[in-house]
């Protein structure tokens, strides 16, 4: 994850940047669990599953709905959201009572190029494409109670 740029001072991006450390995390146990063959592998394809899906919404729903808004990184945004699919489609379908793990690794690997393109591509160019009123609907209001 990068530093450089100060994308992650926009707060959708740093809590976006937040999930992709997790995520990333998370596929490195199952992989690791994948590797020696452990016990583990569904409950840990369960917990990444957990963290990847209301990640993937909420980029689709919000971030990338005003970038296709916007125009300039339309291309972009279609290809990451073909990725998601092709990802998804990969770990939610594997058989949980007899579990191919085979094509897991290899969905695993593109997870990691994904999360790379997004936050050394995607989201530095999102700053500067997107216009602040577009950041003002991606940003949560603070509640009055916590703005006092």
């Not at 990847?52 to 290809?79: D, S």
């Not at 990725?83 to 579990?99: N, Q």
């Amino acid at each position: 994850m990068c530093n450089y740029c100060g994308c992650r001072e926009f707060p959708l991006i740093g809590q976006l940047t937040a999930e992709h450390e997790a995520i990333a995390n998370a596929a490195g146990r199952l992989r690791t669990a994948i590797n020696s063959g452990a016990d583990n592998r569904i409950a840990l394809l369960d917990d990444l599953l957990a963290l990847l899906m209301p990640h993937t919404e909420a980029e689709e729903r919000g971030l990338f709905l005003e970038l296709r808004a916007e125009g300039t990184l339309t291309e972009a945004v279609e290809q990451l959201c073909d990725e998601h699919d092709d990802i998804h489609g990969v770990l939610s379908t594997v058989d949980r009572a007899a579990p191919d793990w085979s094509a897991v690794p290899a969905a695993l690997d593109r997870l990691h190029r994904h999360i790379d393109n997004e936050e050394h591509g995607l989201f530095p160019a999102a700053v500067i494409a997107l216009p602040i009123s577009a950041w003002d609907r991606l940003t949560p209001q603070q509640s009055a109670a916590q703005q006092a």
